[in-house]
């Protein structure tokens, strides 16, 4: 199960630095425009996030899923794969415990699945 | 000239040097970089510190992610002892991440100078232990909590067992809990929790540290991205950085005398960690 975790944590790694790395550059660039222009990133990144999400209009939440046609929300979906590798892996490993017979550790695994669904759903921070 | 008025370019690029020099030190010192990125940037960049405490969560975890799959298969990680540690830290870490959120940016910035003295202490007086065969608790037992590697090194097998899982289970929830508030990867206190406390040999400690410090952030970053305190402007050169660090800090690590290294990580954590403390208590903003 240990083989088969860090096979595809090393995949799902790959693929988030792969995204990560072009979207940044898609960004940085100027080929998509972002919600918030880059020049003013300087006057608004010293608030705090909430007075930021107030003076861009940014959405939270999920909200960032509905505005992907800006390089800066593309950018941050990608940088958010990040998040979830983890729940990737562990999503594979918890069949495979149960089937070696690891109950105990499979139930584990399972809450730990659901921990980071619900952080990541936004379950914590009223991101639905 | 002031800060609002440098061009923006001028800040990616600027992470990713402090990004590439942390992955440098943090290889050669043994410890993760994460612990130092948020003191740093926080103390000596103008971004607030919410964007740099979410830029910090994330910096930590894609550098463990990517040490992972090697970590995992030459047995230096342990997944049986990672999983219900890990459980414990990224529960605790997302409400340490909500708390954090809703703290004034002033005495965040003084209790993250406050934790990082205290840090850099830790790792000043840490001293490592062997591990090995304890008499494993009922817990550790039923959790199956042991393993055995081979030491390339000593080109030795070593069978290991662990104990105090409840002790361990209360260090992962703390350490989890700072994580979440301050945006830290742990290093600085898994590796101690692992080997000291619960008695894993150090290798397996300072390879099960990784892995752990990508689940509990895992959890915490989400908070993070929800809130909008994620700016990939920030976050991606400080990762490209770090890794590029990292690679150049392992073909280092043969001639660089280690200690030298420890004492510089030691006095920069000492630096930033003032200067935190002095800017959250409105002595030198």
């Not at chain 2, 964007?51 to 298969?73: E, H, I």
């Not at chain 2, 817990?139 to 909590?145: E, I, P, Q, T, Y």
């Not at chain 2, 892995?211 to 989400?222: E, R």
Request: with cysteine; aromatic share 10%.
């Amino acid at each position: 199960m240990q083989a088969t975790y860090a096979r595809w944590l090393d995949a799902a790694t790959r693929v988030g630095f792969a995204i990560s790395l072009v979207a940044f550059l898609v960004y940085v660039s100027g080929a998509v425009e972002p919600f918030v222009p880059l020049e003013q990133l300087p006057q608004l990144w010293t608030l705090s996030a909430a007075r930021y999400a107030e003076a861009t209009g940014a959405p939270t939440g999920w909200g960032w899923l509905g505005m992907l046609g800006y390089a800066d929300f593309l950018n941050l979906a990608a940088v958010a794969l990040f998040g979830l590798v983890t729940l990737a892996c562990y999503a594979r490993s918890v069949p495979l415990l149960f089937a070696e017979g690891e109950r105990l550790q499979a139930f584990i695994a399972l809450a730990q699945v659901l921990v980071l669904a619900a952080a990541a759903a936004g379950f914590f921070t009223g991101g639905r | 000239m002031e800060v609002t008025a440098v061009p923006w370019w001028v800040w990616p690029i600027a992470l990713a040097a402090v990004g590439f020099l942390i992955g440098v030190v943090a290889v050669l010192a043994g410890i993760g970089g994460g612990v130092l990125f948020v003191p740093i940037v926080g103390s000596f960049f103008p971004f607030h510190l919410d964007f740099v405490r979410g830029a910090g969560l994330l910096f930590a975890l894609a550098g463990t992610l990517a040490a992972g799959p090697q970590l995992l298969r030459n047995g230096m990680a342990s997944l049986r002892l990672v999983m219900p540690l890990g459980l414990a830290g990224s529960i605790c870490s997302v409400a340490g991440a909500i708390v954090g959120l809703n703290m004034t940016a002033d005495l965040l910035q003084a209790l993250l100078g406050a934790l990082v003295i205290a840090i850099a202490i830790v790792i000043w007086s840490t001293r490592s232990a062997e591990g090995g065969l304890v008499d494993p608790d009922a817990l550790a037992r039923m959790l199956k909590l042991e393993g055995k590697f081979t030491d390339p090194a000593a080109g030795t097998r070593i069978d290991w067992k662990t104990h105090r899982t409840l002790g361990g289970f209360a260090a992962f929830g703390a350490i989890g809990f700072l994580g979440g508030v301050f945006g830290l990867g742990a290093g600085f206190a898994n590796v101690p929790a692992l080997n000291l406390l619960m008695a894993a040999p150090l290798k397996v400690a300072v390879g099960s540290s990784g892995l752990i410090i990508s689940i509990i952030n895992s959890s915490a970053a989400w908070v993070y991205i929800h809130r909008g305190a994620v700016l990939p402007l920030l976050v991606v050169p400080a990762v490209l950085g770090v890794m590029l660090g990292s690679r150049l800090g392992a073909r280092l690590l043969e001639r660089v005398p280690a200690q030298l290294v420890r004492w510089l990580v030691i006095i920069v954590m000492l630096a930033a960690g003032v200067r935190a403390l002095l800017r959250g208590t409105g002595l030198w903003i």
